[in-house]
């Protein structure tokens, strides 16, 4: 059974940091790119950004260009997400995801499995 389970979120001020991490059993870790999306009260799934399965290419968002950065460990088989210089409207569940395809995609949709997700909440 695969099971992705996402941690270190809460509440932060603005300007502050937060690192997400996301452990994976079940599958072969190093098999899959990983992703991170979010969704906001009221609002769609949008993506964040992913990392390929060697973790040397990653594709960002433009939301979170210049302020997250993506990492993986496939030897813990986690994925991690830095969140520096949040803003109010980074405000969300974030989930991270599974997958299984070459390249890396945008759509939520095309991701084999998904985390419950973790709350991150940023205070203005």
């Known amino acids: 059974q695969v099971q992705l389970v996402e941690s270190g979120g809460g509440l932060v001020q603005a300007g502050g940091s937060l690192r997400l991490s996301c452990i994976a059993s079940?599958?072969?870790?190093?098999?899959?790119?990983m992703g991170w999306f979010r969704q906001a009260p009221g609002k769609e799934r949008e993506f964040v950004v992913a990392i390929d399965r060697s973790g040397g290419g990653t594709y960002h968002a433009d939301s979170a260009k210049g302020r997250f950065t993506i990492s993986r460990d496939n030897a813990k088989s986690t994925v991690y997400l830095q969140m520096n210089s949040l803003k109010p409207e980074d405000t969300a569940v974030y989930y991270c995801a599974a997958d299984r395809a070459l390249g890396l995609r945008t759509r939520g949709y095309v991701y084999d499995y998904w985390g419950q997700g973790t709350q991150v909440t940023v205070s203005s």
């Open positions: 079940g599958l072969t870790f190093g098999s899959y790119n």
